[in-house]
């Protein structure tokens, strides 16, 4: 599996677009990058997932430059809810387990 | 939408007893999982079901832990001794397919072993 390396915390302002980076400099040929967001006592939840360039939903921004050794989850326009841990995740289509690292504690401020 | 269920939302339990936690994966959700989270730390891999068998496992499913599907929609897992270690978060997820598809966890149960 690959190692990814994520800030432990970040701080924001309602309104402000929010850039998490994760580094995967080991990420392998058939690996996926998925980011998981989790409240205090609630499972995690799937954000967004993606191989490569860029993904959009309704929730976030996923850019994975070209070699792939890192990713950016963006999200616009934050709000006080949006106050939760972030995990990055990488992993191999086909690979069921998912492991999880400590995440980065995005707390938003009024 | 559909959603991952999970009874009790907290057990209190002592040391050496048995318990069973339950879960309702989504119901045309074909592999199951448990994760588990000790207070303060990350969400660990307990085991993955499929087709009425384990799939996978970590070292902390030790024999402590069995894991069953009785029916067509109940998944559960059970501790037949209790440690005071065992006390975390338990997560039941499903997903429609193996592999890296998005999985759904549930609201979790909170154990507590006194």
């Known amino acids: 599996l690959a190692k990814t390396t994520q800030p432990i915390s970040m701080d924001s302002y309602e309104g402000q677009e929010v850039n998490i980076t994760c580094s995967h400099n080991n990420i392998a040929t058939n690996d996926y990058i998925t980011w998981y967001q989790q409240f205090p006592s609630q499972g995690p939840r799937f954000i967004i997932q993606?191989?490569?360039t860029k993904v959009t939903n309704e929730v976030a921004s996923l850019f994975i430059p070209a070699d792939r050794k890192s990713s950016t989850l963006s999200l616009p326009r934050v709000s006080l809810s949006d106050t939760a841990v972030y995990y990055c995740?990488?992993?191999?289509?086909?690979?069921?387990?998912?492991?999880f690292g400590k995440g980065t504690m995005l707390l938003v401020s009024p | 939408e559909p959603e991952v269920t999970q009874t009790p939302s907290h057990q209190v339990t002592q040391m050496g007893q048995e318990v069973i936690l339950r879960c309702v994966p989504i119901?045309?959700?074909?592999?199951f999982y448990w994760y588990r989270q000790i207070l303060g730390q990350k969400v660990e891999f307990l085991v993955s079901f499929y087709n009425n068998e384990i799939s996978e496992k970590s070292e902390i499913f030790d024999d402590q832990f069995s894991v069953e599907r009785p029916d067509g929609s109940n998944f559960t897992l059970k501790i037949r001794s209790t440690k005071l270690e065992d006390s975390a978060m338990y997560f039941c997820?499903?997903?429609?397919?193996?592999?890296?598809?998005?999985?759904?966890f549930g609201p979790g149960t909170r154990l507590t072993v006194t």
């Open positions: 995740l990488v992993g191999e289509s086909g690979y069921s387990t998912l492991t």
């Open positions: 119901s045309n959700h074909l592999y």
């Open positions: 993606g191989y490569k």
């Open positions: 997820a499903s997903t429609e397919g193996g592999g890296y598809y998005e999985q759904y």
